[in-house]
């Protein structure tokens, strides 16, 4: 019997886009069902606050126009959380008002805010797909988009109704869009694209600051792919500008502009309070090998040893195999272009690209990570602040399967029809089955876990790593104790935990609603701890208020403390 | 055939490594697999540390030191080995210098590294929980401990605001405590100053973040002075002790020095200061000049400033 075959066509196209939409359906499938067991941190509540506000102001221009356009109006709609743009915050706004108030689509109101930030992470698993397979080979693409949705602290983000993942997508489609924009066409096709970066731009910077960072990535690519044409154009005293990057200064800012209301009036003053706001950022506090880091300088050595714990091993290895590659092709240009300035013959001059993709996947990398090497830049968001570098370094990976794919087939000459097609399936499954593994145990404690590189959880904590922020694992110990075992209404000393987010869990009836939230230990006849470092202070208090050192029941991972609960003898 | 026994195909040559140098990503993937098995399938069980803690019952003395390495298993050793075991003296120690042996409790190879001058003694495993004695070679006789001695048969509390001296009365009262930043819990036993302050013993988050049980009396801050009388102490060789303030008032090293003072009878035995950074600091008065002898100990604590000087003190004599 002969299979049917499924050699899908040279040109990337419209299948593509299936594949990729399909993994990203999978992957938001997957983060659906996880959901319900991964608590509410304290910024989630702000931002189902927001959320709740921004689309209260949207039903009010809806129906009173007039009434919603005066600033009073304004100002009361969106004045909530103002220290962060609006695009993510409407959408789950929106999300929780069709899918969960109006349509019930999702029983917990949690769910429907959290659906847009989940749908992004699919959306940046489609466009890695997409982008490797243009740029190297469809399993390229596809070992790639895996591999960053196998990140295990990108799953662990991507449940989260928060801006990290978002802009994560936002940044690999800026990029994506840019590379494209690049391409030779048409005078339409250069300004369909050209009007999309724009556009995509204006997005990013509504979703979060990261994108104030982006024209680092494209300004430089962009000359440098155009420079003859600059270089040409300056000779006969001509300004020429990439088309993309023009849009993106123009229409960029008027996304913005024209999507978030609250800077509609007093606009640079709003503007000045927002750039002041993320340029002298509070200092929060994060533990980083056994200390507690509450300010500057921020050690050099977080965001190596942060990625070496917590990205899977056989993911970095395949980014250095990739990225060697890469880099001995760019070292291989350099060397002609030197030797053709010293009019030397060139040798084997590898092929330029006209679209210059290396430099813009290393620049995207790059400035993704390079604040992080700042001693002023506040860590304290472990590694989520720097998560938009993570779909470039899985599509180095990406390149690198294809390496290790092609070395293989040609150790193994003999295999073919479908002893290949094994072999093949059998190397993607030894890339990918790991980082499956590792990031599906790690739910819902995704802040704890570290790779088995460093000894998995208990390693991580060993080397004193943060275990958590934001005190979303009272959930956990709901689950695991209060719910079955603490007594009708008694008093919970919640901790790192908001009002917000134990009210929200209580509604959606994952915490008993008979349980009483207080602000100190003793006034509660149940105290928790999440365990970081600096709540060590709140563990002692405990100690002296309940009389007992010893938690009735403490939250485990993997044989490590997460949460302490105690109870009054 | 007589390719395969050429030069060509040594597996040991250079090319055939590279040839099959592939094979390292699938085999690191596969390891990474293994090794996240054996990780998540090694924790120990509580039947493990039920059997430890039967151990330990039954052979720890009440003057040894009974600890859980490594550090961060410690809430999960509190909770299985219980109040009983696992002391509020165990676990805010000053130091270890006072035990004469310690079971250490822990996991893999973990040890604590403030036993590592002491002598090993035999080990017991339990599943995955291990237990280790240790002995010390030169424990220290404690003859009376300051901490212990806070209640109204020993000790008197007085503050003194411009020359004039009041009382503080002990009082039971609700514990008060907070959320982060609050400080440690100020206890239900404690001395109350009409003027304001207290002392009462607490665990305070030293500027490691260990716990420290210790008298925890806020300087007042200003000329004024927080007495402190420990009555009928029996004296020896040494005073010796630590002091520290709440790392939260700490950290940030902005905070007045906070001065102890000790006196017997109306000896000055000597002073010490604190300055923010200094964590948990160590200090030794010598009195032997009073050894054998039974005294009041007088402890007077003073600081330019009271604000947020959360201020914690212990000693012993020995």
Request: aromatic share 12%.
């Amino acid at each position: 019997m002969k299979l049917p075959s499924l050699r899908l066509p040279e040109r990337i196209g419209w299948r593509d886009h299936v594949l990729g939409a399909s993994m990203a359906l999978v992957y938001v499938n997957w983060l659906l069902v996880t959901v319900r067991d991964v608590g509410v941190p304290r910024d989630e509540g702000v931002y189902f606050r927001a959320a709740t506000d921004y689309v209260g102001w949207w039903r009010m221009l809806l129906e009173r126009g007039h009434d919603a356009l005066q600033q009073s109006a304004i100002d009361g709609g969106w004045s909530v959380n103002h220290e962060h743009p609006v695009l993510m915050k409407t959408l789950f706004g929106v999300s929780w008002y069709l899918l969960h108030v109006k349509w019930h689509v999702f029983a917990d109101a949690s769910t429907a805010f959290r659906l847009p930030a989940m749908c992004t992470a699919g959306a940046a698993i489609w466009t890695t797909y997409v982008f490797g397979a243009r740029i190297w080979t469809r399993r390229a693409g596809f070992v790639a988009a895996a591999l960053f949705g196998l990140m295990p602290r990108v799953f662990f983000h991507a449940h989260l109704a928060c801006f990290d993942v978002p802009i994560t997508f936002m940044w690999l489609l800026c990029v994506y869009v840019h590379w494209r924009a690049q391409e030779r066409r048409g005078l339409g096709g250069t300004l369909a694209w050209a009007i999309a970066m724009g556009v995509v731009y204006g997005l990013a910077l509504e979703t979060k600051h990261n994108a104030w960072f982006f024209p680092a990535v494209v300004v430089p690519h962009g000359f440098f792919v155009h420079r003859r044409a600059i270089l040409r154009g300056l000779r006969v005293g001509r300004v020429t500008l990439p088309a993309s990057l023009v849009a993106m200064a123009i229409i960029g800012p008027i996304v913005f502009y024209a999507l978030w209301p609250y800077i509609w009036n007093d606009t640079f003053a709003r503007l000045q309070w927002w750039f002041d706001f993320h340029l002298h950022h509070e200092y929060y506090n994060i533990e980083f090998l056994g200390r507690n880091y509450f300010g500057p300088p921020s050690p050099k050595s977080y965001l190596p040893v942060m990625v070496l714990a917590t990205v899977p091993t056989v993911t970095l290895l395949l980014f250095f195999v990739g990225a060697f590659d890469r880099a001995k092709v760019g070292a291989r240009r350099l060397r002609a272009w030197a030797l053709e300035k010293l009019d030397r013959p060139a040798g084997d001059a590898t092929a330029s690209d006209p679209l210059e993709t290396d430099l813009l996947l290393a620049l995207a990398l790059g400035i993704a990570i390079a604040p992080f090497f700042l001693s002023k830049t506040p860590i304290f968001g472990g590694t989520k602040h720097w998560m938009p570098a993570y779909p470039f370094l899985a599509l180095f990976a990406g390149r690198g399967f294809d390496l290790v794919g092609a070395a293989m087939m040609r150790a193994l000459p003999d295999l073919t029809g479908r002893s290949k097609l094994a072999a093949e399936g059998a190397l993607v499954a030894s890339v990918l089955v790991a980082p499956l593994a590792v990031s599906a145990h790690a739910c819902p404690f995704g802040l704890a876990s570290y790779v088995p590189l460093v000894g998995g959880t208990a390693g991580g904590a060993g080397l004193g790593l943060n275990r958590q922020f934001w005190g979303y694992t009272t959930l956990n110990a709901a689950i695991e104790y209060m719910n079955p075992s603490a007594p009708r209404g008694a008093t919970v000393f919640i901790s790192d935990t908001t009002w917000e987010a134990w009210g929200r869990m209580q509604e959606e009836h994952r915490v008993r609603g008979d349980l009483r939230a207080v602000g100190a230990p003793h006034e509660a006849q149940i105290a928790l701890v999440q365990h970081e470092l600096h709540m060590n202070e709140v563990d002692y208090s405990i100690w002296t208020a309940f009389g007992t050192d010893a938690p009735v029941y403490v939250v485990q991972h993997d044989g490590v403390p997460i949460v302490s609960i105690y109870r009054r003898p | 055939m007589s390719e395969e026994h050429g030069p060509r195909y040594r597996p040991s040559s250079p090319a055939a490594w590279r040839r099959w140098a592939f094979a390292a990503v699938p085999v690191a993937g596969l390891l990474e697999l293994g090794a996240h098995a054996v990780q998540t399938h090694s924790v120990a069980r509580r039947e493990d540390w039920e059997a430890a803690r039967a151990y330990v019952e039954a052979h720890a003395a009440p003057d040894d030191l009974v600890a859980f390495a490594p550090r961060w298993v410690d809430p999960i050793g509190r909770e299985m080995f219980g109040p009983s075991i696992a002391t509020l003296q165990r676990e805010g120690r000053p130091d270890e210098t006072r035990f004469p042996r310690a079971l250490e409790v822990g996991l893999g190879a973990a040890h604590l590294t403030e036993l590592a001058d002491w002598q090993r003694g035999e080990e017991h495993r339990f599943g995955r929980v291990r237990v280790t004695t240790w002995q010390n070679p030169t424990p220290a006789h404690v003859l009376d401990d300051l901490v212990s001695l806070v209640d109204p048969a020993h000790l008197r509390v007085s503050r003194v605001d411009g020359g004039r001296e009041t009382d503080c009365t002990a009082s039971h009262a609700a514990v008060q405590s907070g959320g982060l930043g609050y400080g440690p819990a100020i206890p239900g036993e404690r001395f109350s100053c009409p003027a304001g302050g207290f002392v009462g013993v607490s665990v305070l988050a030293d500027l490691d973040y260990r716990p420290r049980r210790c008298i925890y009396a806020p300087a007042p801050g200003g000329g004024s002075v927080l007495r402190l009388r420990f009555m009928n102490v029996q004296m020896g060789r040494t005073l010796k002790g630590h002091h520290a303030i709440y790392v939260e008032a700490e950290r940030d090293r902005r905070g007045a020095p906070v001065s102890i003072t000790f006196k017997a009878g109306t000896s000055l035995l000597g002073s010490v200061v604190h300055h923010d950074g200094d964590g948990w600091k160590a200090f030794e008065l010598d009195t032997s000049d009073l050894a054998g002898q039974r005294a009041d100990v007088v402890a007077e604590i003073t600081a330019p400033s009271g604000d947020r000087r959360q201020y914690c003190f212990e000693a012993d004599t020995r």
